[in-house]
């Protein structure tokens, strides 16, 4: 059974970083594009960042770029979000997603949370002083 659990959230102060770690169980990374989303109260759904094993590429959303970093441990089979300068806007629950690489950006695949079949539980992450 295809599994992904979320770990590292928690509380930090603004400024402060944290590193989500996003583990796959049942599955290889390879072929996959795996997103990190964020759903902050009272609004949709958000790509952050999102990396695709077929060929490296990456996308940062706007609001993230130049503070948070994703990356992947194909050996231990974990993708990771290290989020560095945190702002309250910020707050969210995190999710890791997976989705079978497709004809398409990296970039469009972060922008389709709709289109991705594997969904981690989320968690927490609360920037505040």
């Known amino acids: 059974q295809l599994q992904l659990v979320e770990s590292g959230g928690g509380l930090v102060q603004p400024g402060g970083s944290l590193r989500l770690s996003c583990a796959a169980f049942?599955?290889?990374?390879?072929?996959?594009?795996i997103g990190w989303f964020r759903q902050a109260p009272g609004k949709e759904r958000e790509g952050v960042s999102c990396i695709s094993s077929s060929d490296g590429s990456i996308y940062d959303a706007d609001s993230v770029k130049g503070r948070f970093t994703i990356s992947k441990n194909n050996a231990k089979m974990t993708v990771y979000l290290q989020m560095n300068s945190l702002k309250p806007e910020d707050t969210a629950v995190y999710y890791c997603?997976?989705?079978?690489?497709?004809?398409?950006?990296?970039?469009?695949?972060?922008?389709?949370?709709?289109?991705?079949?594997?969904w981690g539980q989320g968690t927490q992450v609360t920037v505040s002083s």
């Open positions: 049942g599955f290889s990374l390879d072929y996959y594009v």
């Open positions: 997603a997976a989705e079978p690489v497709r004809r398409t950006t990296v970039q469009a695949m972060c922008a389709m949370p709709r289109e991705y079949a594997y």
